[in-house]
């Protein structure tokens, strides 16, 4: 007997009936992308920092000294996996299954983030490419400023609907929507 498995993303029930037309401020929900935990080995720090920057199509995020997640919207888990694979000095984990990414954009997106993290998001203090681990609606999450108004959010999996729940009713005062990205 064999058994088919579907993929079914975990916010999928908490997205129906939000296919109306986006707002400016939005609320998009990545289906698949690749996360990697990367753990630089002791006193290889910088040459694994500078190995991860050239590997192409993905996105560094700071969570520590020595410690970035990797993601990646264009390339699969497996290849990166493999790309990752060739750094010799640090481990590295597929987090791909048990951590979702939001992205919020939009012109009140600091109003909406300012009541559910408590970091400085002025752009002085969290510039473009910027990204650390905090808790975001009392839930632990890595938040990485992308864009002039956009962040990307990425927590574990079994909190992912506490904390959508959360940014919508945060945002409900900017007519937040929300829907699966395109991308």
């Given at each position: 007997?064999?058994?088919?498995?579907?993929?079914?993303?975990?916010?999928?029930?908490?997205?129906?009936?939000?296919?109306?037309?986006?707002?400016?401020?939005?609320?998009?929900?990545?289906?698949?992308?690749?996360i990697f935990s990367v753990l630089a080995h002791r006193g290889s720090?910088?040459?694994?920092?500078?190995?991860?920057?050239?590997?192409?199509?993905?996105?560094?995020?700071?969570?520590?000294?020595?410690?970035?997640?990797?993601?990646?919207?264009?390339?699969?888990?497996a290849v990166v996996e493999n790309l990752l694979g060739e750094i010799?000095?640090?481990?590295?984990?597929?987090?791909?299954?048990?951590?979702?990414?939001?992205?919020?954009?939009?012109?009140?997106?600091?109003?909406?983030?300012?009541?559910?993290?408590?970091?400085d998001l002025h752009s002085h203090a969290f510039s473009i490419g910027?990204?650390?681990?905090?808790?975001?609606?009392?839930?632990?999450?890595?938040?990485?400023?992308?864009?002039?108004?956009?962040?990307?959010?990425?927590?574990?999996?079994?909190?992912?609907?506490?904390?959508?729940?959360?940014?919508?009713?945060?945002?409900?005062?900017?007519?937040?929507?929300?829907?699966?990205?395109?991308?």
């Amino acid at each position: 007997m064999s058994l088919t498995l579907y993929y079914r993303h975990v916010l999928e029930d908490y997205l129906a009936g939000f296919e109306a037309k986006a707002n400016p401020n939005h609320l998009s929900v990545i289906r698949r992308p690749a996360i990697f935990s990367v753990l630089a080995h002791r006193g290889s720090e910088d040459s694994v920092e500078t190995a991860l920057t050239s590997v192409e199509d993905v996105h560094l995020r700071n969570c520590s000294p020595g410690e970035w997640l990797v993601v990646s919207m264009a390339s699969g888990a497996a290849v990166v996996e493999n790309l990752l694979g060739e750094i010799a000095e640090a481990s590295t984990v597929d987090q791909s299954d048990g951590r979702v990414m939001l992205r919020i954009s939009g012109p009140n997106v600091r109003k909406i983030l300012v009541k559910c993290v408590a970091v400085d998001l002025h752009s002085h203090a969290f510039s473009i490419g910027a990204s650390a681990n905090m808790l975001c609606c009392h839930v632990a999450a890595n938040l990485a400023r992308t864009g002039a108004d956009t962040f990307e959010i990425i927590v574990p999996r079994s909190f992912a609907g506490s904390v959508f729940e959360e940014m919508m009713e945060m945002g409900r005062e900017f007519a937040l929507t929300a829907a699966f990205a395109d991308s």
